[in-house]
């Protein structure tokens, strides 16, 4: 998995000029709901990325999701929602618990390495529970969050939120409540090598038109990342 991100990192200067000769297709590059839905981001562009910890895709993508979300300022407002395949409610609660935490910036990543580097299933409360000891969080405020009806709602929220977005795979993100781009798709519709870094090229052609639309006083630019301290 290391290697897949190295060669997704020395492929970006590549595809940044090369991957879209022209704008983004609509049904080739991204698609548009039938019935978009309500988003509450103000001027910003509502973000929400449809993911699962058990996703070797969404693994590979998530590092270059987040660099991305840094890149993009406050012109965006990012919500995510971890998926019910596969019946892993306890991966759907351990993100929904961390969420509440206000730890998923701090946790994502591990939680994706959990999984995927050191085999942690996180298909049971007690491999979830190991995990969270592991890494330091707080167990005892945890397992009060993990437990509760709240979290139990986010996840009959999530299985709506599916069902609205018409979510069939991931990583999907969706922009603005009516835009979905999908990697795994980019992959198989517009033959690029790259389906991760061809989703956030197209994610930001996505982010820069609806930002416009939002504020059409306010010249759009493009997103520069912060500089290093």
């Known amino acids: 998995m290391r290697l897949i991100r190295h060669l997704i990192l020395l492929s970006i200067a590549f595809f940044s000029f090369s991957v879209f000769a022209q704008e983004p297709r609509l049904g080739q590059e991204y698609t548009v709901l039938d019935r978009p839905q309500p988003t509450d981001s103000g001027k910003k562009v509502e973000i929400t990325e449809f993911f699962g910890y058990f996703c070797p895709a969404c693994n590979a993508f998530e590092p270059y999701f987040e660099a991305w979300i840094k890149k993009q300022g406050d012109r965006i407002v990012v919500k995510r929602v971890h998926v019910n395949f596969h019946e892993l409610v306890t991966q759907q609660k351990l993100f929904f618990t961390l969420e509440a935490m206000g730890k998923v910036d701090e946790y994502q990543l ?24 592991k890494v330091g969080l707080d167990k005892k405020k945890f397992t009060d969050i993990y437990g509760s009806f709240s979290i139990q709602s986010k996840v009959s929220r999530a299985a709506q939120l599916m069902s609205d977005y018409r979510i069939n795979g991931v990583p999907t993100v969706a922009i603005d409540g009516r835009f979905i781009v999908s990697p795994a798709d980019l992959f198989a519709k517009a033959k690029v090598r790259d389906g991760s870094h061809a989703g956030l090229v197209v994610m930001d052609w996505l982010v820069d038109k609806v930002y416009k639309e939002k504020n059409p006083t306010t010249p759009v630019t493009a997103p520069v990342a912060p500089k290093k301290k």
């Not at 994706?112 to 007690?126: C, E, K, M, P």
């Open 110 to 133: 591990k939680t994706f390495n959990a999984y995927h580097i050191d085999r942690n299933r996180l298909s049971t409360d007690a491999e979830v529970l190991k995990y969270v000891e």
